[in-house]
């Protein structure tokens, strides 16, 4: 029991030590959602579908490489 109240403290310490830091991410993390937000509005009708193509490649392309791993796994 000792040690789990130990490593709350020392967890709660990091955290508040480095609280500036954590802080300044999520601030970075919801400007660049915001700025993308948007950019996206600005897009015309053309840029949207080109946009919306390019990231259902990409999406595509990661199943698609997932996709024979789980069939070794299933083999074993």
Not at 23 to 46: D, M, R, W, Y
């Amino acid at each position: 029991m000792f040690l789990v109240g130990n490593f709350g403290e020392l967890l709660a310490d990091y955290f508040y030590k480095h609280l500036p830091l954590y802080l300044a991410l999520i601030l970075l993390f919801v400007v660049g959602l915001g700025f993308g937000a948007v950019t996206t509005e600005k897009l015309s009708p053309l840029q949207k579908e080109d946009l919306i193509n390019y990231i259902t490649n990409v999406y595509s392309s990661i199943i698609a490489e997932e996709q024979p791993i789980l069939q070794k796994v299933e083999i074993f």
